[in-house]
């Protein structure tokens, strides 16, 4: 199939000029394609029935988008870890890495873009916004441009585009391109879903429309194209942990898909993607229902009122890393009444002091949930 090709410009180097998308011809999909097709569909199902088990499951998906946030910026070089997202939200700064910033910036990004497809559809608009949340007041955002498409010409790889490994296509056709993106978003037609997902983030990093975070972004569009379409209903499905695993593979697909035109290697690499997080979120979500079982009969074993402790322990689904001052923030304790309801809870092995040797300002974890995802 022909994505499009490439055009010598006046500059002296090869700019990609993208075909009109979808390509006029059939999407033909080979033996494996559809096995996997199956599969990813019955994984999907399988999640889809067991987060309805989950109690307060807008808890977890917290966690879930801290970790997609995380695993989509290492995928682009950031170096902190979930862990430093967490810290950073609860404005624990020392020794954090500066690139956190990345992540808070991803999560922000996430959150509002869900909750902007509930009464907004998908659509350029709608993208331009959520790259404006990402990249706005973000680490190196000086000349970004948030939320902008781009009016000069970005490169992948080299130093210049007359060295650049890939030249995604001139501004002037920035915009036909991202147009009929746009209306495939929209576009009913026969082809699965997850095909569809599969070719519209291959498609969108190939334009590169921003001069910056197009990976992330394009990362994002995938979420939100299949929560739009209610193949999620809730968001805690991701790819980017599979991506990462397979960075290389991952980059390398994509140049093949607009290079050579190769259609079925990426969507095959997309759908064993979706299959195999699938599998892993529906095991991640056994555990936590199995360890929150075991904490809630814990707590509710701790004598005098487990009331306060219950909320607490809620509430550690959400942030499972905290100080004394954030459960007064919780429960309305005073200092010696939130340390004494802190002290039970590490008791019962629920909570875990990560600092042993120091007194005032201990941060505890709720590290068996913390080990769920990392």
């Known amino acids: 199939m022909i994505v499009g090709s490439y055009l010598q410009q006046p500059q002296g180097y090869k700019a990609f000029i993208p075909a009109p998308f979808p390509p006029q011809e059939e999407f033909r999909s080979d033996s494996n394609t559809t096995k996997l097709l199956e599969k990813a569909n019955l994984q999907l199902g399988k999640l889809d029935g067991i987060t309805q088990t989950l109690p307060d499951l807008d808890f977890f998906i917290f966690m879930y988008v801290r970790k997609e946030a995380t695993l989509s910026s290492e995928i682009e070089g950031t170096r902190a870890t979930l862990i430093d997202s967490i810290k950073a939200e609860l404005e624990i700064t020392q020794d954090l890495p500066k690139d956190v910033d990345d992540i808070l910036h991803y999560i922000q990004a996430m959150n509002f873009g869900l909750k902007r497809i509930t009464n907004f559809p998908l659509s350029l608009r709608l993208i331009r916004e959520v790259h404006s949340v990402l990249m706005t007041k973000a680490r190196g955002s000086g000349f970004v441009y948030p939320g902008e498409f781009r009016t000069s010409q970005n490169w992948i790889g080299g130093t210049a585009p007359i060295n650049a490994r890939f030249v995604p296509p001139p501004p002037d056709v920035v915009q036909t391109a991202l ?196």
């Open 179 to 374: 147009h009929d993106l746009e209306l495939y978003l929209h576009n009913q037609d026969s082809l699965p879903t997850l095909i569809k997902t599969a070719l519209i983030h291959a498609q969108f990093e190939t334009i590169h429309p921003f001069v910056d975070g197009n990976g992330r972004t394009g990362r994002l569009l995938i979420t939100f194209y299949l929560c739009q379409q209610g193949i999620l209903e809730k968001p805690v499905l991701y790819l980017s942990e599979f991506f990462k695993r397979h960075r290389e593979l991952y980059f390398e697909l994509l140049e093949n898909y607009h290079n050579k035109g190769e259609f079925i290697p990426w969507v095959n690499f997309f759908l064993e993607g979706m299959a195999t997080v699938s599998t892993n979120a529906v095991i991640i979500s056994k555990k936590i229902n199995i360890l929150r079982r075991q904490d809630i009969q814990k707590v509710q074993n701790f004598g005098r009122s487990p009331k306060a402790a219950l909320s607490v322990l809620d509430k550690l689904y959400e942030l499972p890393i905290v100080t004394v001052k954030k459960v007064q923030d919780w429960t309305g304790f005073s200092r010696p009444s939130a340390t004494d309801l802190i002290d039970k809870l590490v008791k019962l092995d629920i909570l875990f002091q990560r600092d042993k040797d120091i007194t005032y300002g201990r941060i505890f974890e709720y590290k068996e949930y913390l080990k769920i995802f990392t």
